[in-house]
């Protein structure tokens, strides 16, 4: 039987390509998309037109209900026993002109639905006595970053998670890990550094594929991962962390 697995945010550039790995791994993927269904069935198309299995669904991450509910209904077809915490968004601002509003919807989407998504599937990870559990993150967490205090400030306690779960879960087979992405080319941040810049900043002198986001959670989920958990893994071109 093929193992399920759910992908938070399928339907943008590094959910989609995590996606299109999984399913290329044998996986049959859920593709989460929060409010543009037409993405997510695009990339259940790429998936199906490849000869493998995937189905989007649609639910908001910050909405405990309706996680619960829909994820609910998704266990009654099978154990879902990989799970990709991609969704996540960023509303860039100064700390100090900071509206309460961009401060919590940042919280609320990169942290809290992360509890909301990953809670009512970790019985069943637990019972089966096997899971995979990948949190992208970011390198904000790790080194901070200008105007992004909300989101680093989500995106480290994500590390948090991360590593407590981990400890928790152990003995059930259940790994737990977070991938920091560095500068990635996708929709999200383009427009954010100019080519220059990126050579500037990065050792490598380009930005990173989302493809290669997926390589490494390729890797994480498979059965050669099985002693690798608790771990921030950046993926960055060799941009300093420390």
């Known amino acids: 039987m093929l193992k399920r697995a759910l992908i938070t945010g399928g339907s943008g550039d590094i959910g989609a390509a995590i996606a299109v790995q999984l399913a290329a791994s044998g996986c049959e993927v859920l593709v989460h998309a929060n409010s543009h269904l037409e993405r997510a069935q695009a990339v259940c198309a790429t998936i199906e037109q490849a000869g493998g299995s995937a189905?989007?669904?649609v639910f908001d991450v910050t909405s405990r209900q309706q996680c619960s509910e829909v994820i609910e209904s998704l266990l009654q077809s099978g154990a879902i026993q990989i799970l990709v915490n991609n969704a996540g968004m960023h509303q860039d601002v100064p700390f100090a002109g900071m509206s309460p509003s961009a401060w919590q919807q940042v919280i609320d989407v990169n942290l809290h639905g992360f509890y909301h998504v990953t809670r009512p599937l970790i019985m069943d990870m637990m019972r089966t006595r096997w899971g995979r559990i990948i949190n992208i993150s970011s390198l904000a967490a790790i080194t901070g970053n200008?105007?992004?205090v909300n989101y680093s400030a989500a995106k480290a306690a994500l590390h948090g998670a991360t590593k407590s779960l981990a400890l928790e879960?152990?003995?059930?087979?259940?790994t737990v890990n977070a991938i920091a992405p560095g500068i990635i080319a996708t929709q999200m941040s383009e427009g954010s550094f100019s080519t220059a810049q990126i050579?500037?900043?990065?050792p490598m002198q380009r930005a990173g594929k989302?493809?290669?986001v997926a390589a490494l959670a390729g890797f994480l989920v498979?059965?050669?991962a099985a002693y690798l958990s608790g771990q921030i893994i950046a993926v960055n071109g060799a941009m300093p962390t420390g």
């Open 146 to 148: 200008r105007g992004q």
């Open 210 to 212: 989302p493809q290669e």
């Open 169 to 174: 879960v152990a003995s059930r087979g259940i």
């Open 222 to 224: 498979s059965d050669e």
């Open 55 to 57: 189905r989007p669904v």
């Open 199 to 202: 050579k500037q900043m990065v």
